[in-house]
């Protein structure tokens, strides 16, 4: 008579699986990144990540209209500007490329599309680090905050439904929540990045943003080996005003995830990053992967881990599959 119990009786054929699948992955858990250079007069391949290009500002609206009709989550926008200085002042000018971009997508897709932009001074300085620099070439916390504050009211006034500060700035929500509700803008949402690692992963967007980086981020980005730490990071953005908080990258700290997203009452957010994505693509081309089942099977594995939502550059093409 043995076995009695027979697990596989639940995974006999399509429907069943379907049935009793404990997670799922919909277009709405996903959001696009995107990138939007000045000066380009068509998009620009990102050769390290093959299929993801620099959008001029008219291939974005394209892309933006093609994400809304899609169902997709949301778009999450980054500006590679065409000049940078010491204090990344095109981030908060209303004519910069972030800017001007936030308000071409929101005129193209209205409410029907959340649109997001990440509120960081890196891609808009000289040296690529995340906030200005001290005498001594340190990143100066205190100094940053209140360019954040002014960043994020420019891009709420430029369109943005969520402000996303990815820096790492100790203080950094507070200071963007007074900023933005000093200046109106109570109901624009913050989606802190609140567990960012010094990661390896984030290689091909060094490229895709034309990173200045000199040196690396490890005084004020995670540590890898830490995991705790995420948590505390989560709670303090959260004290602080946070709507949603975010682990990054996602594979490679799922356990992470998991210890966020049990502890933080709001939604939670995973990105798989441009390593994650160049991994894939590059063992797919070389017919080692599937490539429509990895990348559906890495996306459920975010969800599964706790990720409410889920950044990654496949979002608009993986929505085709979802129902397959």
Not at 71 to 82: D, N
Not at 173 to 198: N, P
Request: proline residues 5%.
């Amino acid at each position: 008579m043995f076995p009695t119990d027979r697990p596989r009786r639940l995974r006999a054929n399509p429907g069943i699986r379907r049935l009793v699948a404990e997670t799922d992955v919909r277009p709405r858990h996903l959001i696009l990144p995107v990138f939007v250079a000045e000066g380009l007069d068509a998009p620009k391949p990102i050769t390290s990540m093959p299929g993801v290009v620099q959008h001029t500002r008219e291939s974005l609206r394209k892309a933006a209209a093609e994400a809304a009709a899609a169902g997709v989550g949301g778009i999450m926008l980054f500006g590679v500007p065409a000049r940078r200085d010491a204090v990344g002042s095109g981030a908060t000018d209303p004519q910069g490329i972030l800017n001007v971009a936030l308000a071409d997508v929101r005129a193209e897709v209205g409410d029907a599309l959340p649109v997001m932009a990440d509120t960081c001074l890196d891609e808009f300085t000289d040296h690529g680090h995340c906030g200005v620099l001290d005498a001594h070439g340190a990143v100066d916390n205190d100094a940053t905050l209140p360019i954040y504050g002014e960043m994020a009211v420019a891009q709420a006034r430029a369109g943005a439904h969520v402000v996303a500060p990815s820096g790492m700035m100790d203080g950094q929500v507070g200071v963007i929540r007074a900023a933005l509700d000093e200046a109106g803008f109570r109901d624009t949402a913050i989606l802190a990045y609140s567990a960012k690692y010094a990661s390896a992963f984030y290689g091909p967007f060094r490229e895709a943003v034309d990173s200045q980086l000199q040196g690396d981020r490890r005084t004020y980005q995670q540590d890898p080996a830490n995991a705790r730490e995420a948590a505390r990071e989560a709670a303090l953005d959260l004290d602080e005003g946070a709507d949603m908080v975010m682990v990054k990258p996602a594979m490679a700290y799922l356990d992470v995830l998991r210890r966020v997203a049990d502890s933080a009452d709001v939604p939670v957010a995973a990105y798989q990053v441009s390593g994650e994505y160049a991994m894939i693509s590059a063992a797919v081309e070389r017919g080692w992967l599937d490539r429509e089942r990895t990348i559906l099977e890495s996306l459920t594995g975010i969800r599964r881990a706790g990720a409410d939502l889920v950044l990654t550059y496949w979002a608009t093409e993986a929505t085709a599959w979802l129902d397959r």
